[in-house]
């Protein structure tokens, strides 16, 4: 388990660090960072707890920044707060901020007393709250059209479209887009005109990092296994033992082969998978014409189930002495990991959870369930002003 601790060594929008605490070998600061990690988990849910949906204009809660991302709009910015694990508070530099370049920043942001530690008057900079205690919708419509924006990089497809609303129709239908820049008609390069660019990001929750650890259990919300809801039904048969070298595109902590599989059946360009127990790791393969099974112990292949839903028992299993450190929403004590999961289930932000066990090493700490998140929205990787363009996102979400 890793708990964050938080802190602010600078001053104003500038601030950008974040400093996380993990788990060390140590048993003295495994404690101390453990006491630490409570203490900010109990206070940022006792002041969670009231829903404040209000931005606030003209005011930067400064300092405090956790992670700065990028929003082509402060509610978009408000949404990525919200589905961070940590954040709390964040403060926004919208499309007509003039004081620098820092346009569309979106700074993220949490504290120990769960509440901006200052909040200074700048001129443009908008600030708000997370809408983590108002039951917030964990897939949001994003229908606003941003003129004279792109969204650079996460790029898998391209193709020449009409128009922008004909560009959307396309992101919306393909189930890998998450959102598109288009290029209309009186684009600098004429060549590139009427060009509409899919982009890609996670829907589906990712793990930073997961280990072997004695005295915890791990596992899965279960509205992780929803992805492919309503597609028909497949088997999605694993092959065990079985290894399919080469042709990676990407490698992935994963809990499990049918984790690996649901990574794989998500991402645009992942054909077959190859998960390795030892290490916890997912290699998502791009087809290569031909696929080469290879016998090897501990290692277990697939494909991709993206046009059907296959079986998603993987989500219920609990995985004892499994650490999936980071992420942190909340935690509180509980008699057992299966009630952890039970908890895991009904907190609408909480898509995985760690769980300490009677057996854990330090008795002070025992029975405790930790409940976690990742971003799964759309999220592109960059925000920029360019002439001529027009960007926007998916509306699968808004029906």
Known sequence: MTFYILYSHDEGINSRSRIQASFLNSDLKMETHLILGILLSVCSLSFSQECRQRLVEDVDFAGSDIQLVFSPDVNHCQQLCTQHPACLFFTYLPADWTRDDRNFHCFL?????????????????????????CNPNSKPCLPQLY???????????????????????????DPACQFFSFLNEVFTLDNFRYKCHL??????????????????VSGFSN???????GKPVCPGNLFPNTDIPGNDILVLPA????????????????????????????YLKANDNAMILTAKDGVTSGLSARFCW????????????????????????????????RT?????NCQFYTYTTADFPDPNFRRRCVLKRSITMPAPPGVIKVANVISGFQLRNCV
């Open 109 to 133: 942001k949490s504290s120990p007393s769960g509440q901006p530690d200052v909040q200074t008057p700048v001129q443009g900079a908008i600030s708000g709250y997370s809408l983590k205690p």
């Open 147 to 173: 003129n004279g924006v792109d969204f650079p990089g996460a790029d898998y497809r391209a193709l020449f479209t009409e128009d922008v609303e004909e560009c959307r129709r396309a992101c919306t239908q």
């Open 199 to 216: 982009k890609f990001s996670w829907p589906v929750a990712t793990l930073p990092v997961v280990e072997r650890k004695a005295g915890l």
């Open 223 to 229: 509205k992780v296994g929803t992805f492919q809801e």
């Open 255 to 282: 809990a499990s082969p049918g984790h690996c599989q649901n990574l794989c059946s998500a991402h645009s360009a992942c054909a077959t998978f190859t998960f390795v127990s030892d290490d916890f790791n997912c």
């Open 310 to 341: 296959p079986d998603n028992s993987w989500v219920n299993a609990a995985l004892e002495g499994v650490d999936f450190p980071g992420n942190d929403i909340r935690n509180e004590r509980i008699d057992d990991a299966a009630s952890c999961q």
């Open 344 to 348: 895991c289930n009904k907190d609408a």
